[in-house]
């Protein structure tokens, strides 16, 4: 996967505006990439090794086919999950990976699994275009015996999944927002300017990050004096952001929801000369913790929200298909929610962190 320039706008596409648009495509469409487990997968730091003497989960087991779809998009999270699902997928000599197109749309990705239905796999991945529609989908293929495990994008009905996984947005904003509150407490700032770029609005995960700020600043006696919303992209970022300096021409903090998005606001902070904040950002891209090591730039920390997701829910997948549950838990089955922490990096932990970059 390409690195950007932290500087560096990149083209106006997200694995989130791409919801938005596109033209369908049928089940003829339907491309499948079959992986087979030959030769050793490339290390990205964010894949589990296979070590069934520290994890007896690991032992070989029953032969299990794990179909799997995501959106295809140019952002280094929407990526990585395929990347990581893909590598994972290599560790285990009990695992056929069996990769479908997403298409352009929750439509043509209903339509490219349903025929992945029929092919009867063991178990079935996948990060949807979006949760609400793709909800009959998950309910289809559970009817048909097919355990489906949802990544990130959550369905709106229970019975749609066995399993899902995903980031704590509300947990994301909680975070950036304790991390500028003690930061301003600890240099005295008694009533500081802090500034938001978040994400899409019309997105519920836009709002839950918002919100567990909103709600976390409060607990200092802080709010948020101006906030714009960008599009999850480096050139709508650097928009927002350029509008925003000029709004407040004198900021103590400023909290970005995306480091993909993080790229050209950082890039708007350099063209204006600013250096009067501290910014936060999101997600935990390896541009975005290398400079928080560097320390040369306004970006003190980001906030996780990571896309290793994948990787596990390809492990959990595979045991889910076998009948077989988690070492270290006394239940006998896989369970039903898993919710990752939104963990903050800064220059202090940059170094942990960094394997886990995107």
């Not at 992986?35 to 964010?46: C, I, K, L, Y």
């Not at 994972?88 to 352009?104: N, P």
């Not at 178990?123 to 979006?130: A, C, E, F, S, T």
Request: hydrophobic share 40%; proline share 4%; glycine share 8%.
């Amino acid at each position: 996967m390409t690195q950007h320039d932290p500087l560096r706008p990149v083209r106006d596409l997200s694995r989130r505006r791409l919801l938005l648009g596109g033209a369908a495509v049928g089940a003829g469409a339907l491309l499948t990439a079959c992986t087979s487990n030959e030769g050793e997968p490339e290390d990205n730091g964010q894949v589990k090794a296979a070590d069934s003497s520290a994890n007896p989960n690991s032992a070989p087991g029953k032969k299990v086919v794990i179909g799997f779809s995501s959106p295809a998009a140019d952002h280094g999270w929407t990526a990585a999950i395929t990347k990581n699902a893909e590598a994972q997928a290599k560790l285990y000599t009990d695992v056929e990976f069996k990769s479908v197109a997403a298409g352009a749309d929750a439509a043509s990705q209903r339509a490219t699994l349903s025929t992945l239905v029929s092919q009867k796999p063991d178990v079935i991945v996948l990060l949807p275009w979006d949760g609400k529609e793709l909800n009959a989908f998950g309910l289809e293929a559970m009817a048909a015996g097919i355990p489906v495990v949802n990544l990130d994008r959550a369905f709106p009905d229970a019975l749609a999944y066995r399993l899902q996984i995903k980031g704590d947005n509300y947990g994301m904003g909680v975070s950036a927002g304790r991390y500028i509150g003690e930061q301003m407490k600890a240099k005295g700032i008694a009533n500081p300017i802090i500034g938001e770029i978040a994400g899409m609005d019309e997105l519920e995960l836009t709002q839950e990050r918002s919100a567990g700020f909103k709600a976390e600043l409060a607990t200092f006696g802080f709010k948020v004096e101006n906030r714009r919303a960008a599009r999850f992209t480096a050139d709508t970022g650097q928009a927002e952001a350029s509008q925003l300096l000029r709004a407040l021409p004198k900021m103590d903090a400023m909290w970005n929801h995306d480091d993909d998005q993080g790229i050209g606001v950082l890039a708007a902070i350099k063209q204006a000369s600013r250096s009067d904040f501290i910014m936060v950002g999101g997600a935990g891209s390896k541009a975005a913790i290398d400079a928080i090591a560097a320390d040369n730039s306004v970006l003190k920390a980001t906030v996780t929200y990571s896309p290793s997701m994948a990787s596990s829910a390809i492990s959990l997948a595979r045991l889910i298909a076998q009948g077989r549950g988690m070492s270290d838990l006394v239940e006998l089955q896989v369970p039903k929610e898993i919710t990752l922490a939104s963990e903050t990096i800064t220059k202090e932990n940059a170094s942990t962190y960094s394997k886990l970059g995107f």
